[in-house]
């Protein structure tokens, strides 16, 4: 599970992604550092994912290997019967319970208008295609300051996530941590950036190190 925080617009997306992984064995337990987000220069799109760890990975990687599409929209056709078949083979090769849910984000410039558009797909509606509205939106839910400046205030709004987290059980917790990441794409181009490290990164590091093997 992550923190996914972004704004977009017609013309441009910021996406920002902790890198926090946490163990499937023991929950909260560190396992790794990792991204979150993928880009995509060819369909100038990028894809992230929350939810099921892993998974929006095996995405990226079916979309670069095995499928021939113009662009968002052309993409956007294929993508919830493609994504139902990849979640239910992923579920049987990782044991991953019935109730476990994924939801895979595409951003990119329409081959058709050469708008920006962001499309959200969730397992727990068949991976339905949906536009989200322009806007401020993430994933899970968090307080945003009432005049927020950008990409500054993303650590602002997932410090708010961490902390409305902080009252879950373990199980259901939402681990968010490791570093800040933020992809603007705009129509010419990408700009990956860290936005600076939670406060506690050099210990969940060296719980990392510490569970290698173990978990």
Same mark, same amino acid.
């Given at each position: 599970?992550?923190?996914?925080?972004?704004?977009?617009? $017609?013309? +441009?997306? %910021?996406?920002?992604?902790?890198?926090?992984?946490?163990? &499937?064995?023991?929950?909260? =337990?560190?396992?790794?550092?990792?991204?979150?987000?993928?880009?995509?220069?060819?369909?100038?799109?990028?894809?992230?994912?929350?939810?099921?760890?892993?998974?929006?990975?095996?995405?990226?990687?079916?979309?670069?290997?095995?499928?021939?599409?113009?662009?968002?929209?052309?993409?956007?056709?294929?993508?919830?019967?493609?994504?139902?078949?990849?979640?239910?083979?992923?579920?049987?090769?990782?044991?991953?319970?019935?109730?476990?849910?994924?939801?895979?984000?595409?951003?990119?410039?329409?081959? $058709?208008? +050469?708008? %920006?558009?962001?499309?959200?797909?969730?397992?727990?509606? &068949?991976?339905?295609?949906? =536009?989200?509205?322009?806007?401020?939106?993430?994933?899970?839910?968090?307080?945003?300051?009432?005049?927020?400046?950008?990409?500054?205030?993303?650590?602002?709004?997932?410090?708010?996530?961490?902390?409305?987290?902080?009252?879950?059980?373990?199980?259901?917790?939402?681990?968010?941590?490791?570093?800040?990441?933020?992809?603007?794409?705009?129509?010419?181009?990408?700009?990956?950036?860290?936005?600076?490290?939670?406060?506690?990164?050099?210990?969940?590091?060296?719980?990392?190190?510490?569970?290698?093997?173990?978990?």
């Amino acid at each position: 599970m992550s923190s996914l925080i972004f704004y977009t617009n $017609e013309s +441009q997306a %910021l996406i920002a992604t902790d890198t926090l992984a946490t163990s &499937n064995k023991i929950p909260g =337990v560190p396992f790794k550092f990792t991204t979150k987000a993928f880009i995509v220069p060819h369909l100038r799109m990028v894809i992230a994912g929350t939810g099921c760890g892993g998974f929006c990975d095996r995405w990226f990687l079916h979309i670069n290997d095995r499928m021939i599409v113009k662009g968002i929209v052309n993409l956007d056709y294929h993508t919830p019967k493609n994504l139902a078949l990849l979640w239910s083979s992923y579920k049987k090769e990782f044991s991953i319970p019935d109730n476990a849910t994924t939801t895979i984000f595409h951003f990119g410039f329409s081959e $058709e208008d +050469q708008k %920006l558009y962001p499309i959200m797909y969730s397992s727990a509606d &068949n991976f339905e295609s949906k =536009v989200i509205p322009y806007g401020l939106s993430g994933k899970p839910e968090f307080n945003c300051p009432e005049s927020y400046e950008l990409p500054k205030d993303f650590k602002t709004m997932m410090n708010s996530q961490r902390e409305l987290q902080s009252s879950e059980t373990k199980e259901n917790k939402i681990y968010i941590g490791g570093e800040i990441l933020l992809i603007r794409l705009e129509i010419d181009g990408f700009i990956v950036q860290s936005l600076g490290r939670f406060d506690d990164y050099d210990s969940d590091k060296s719980a990392i190190y510490s569970n290698y093997g173990k978990v």
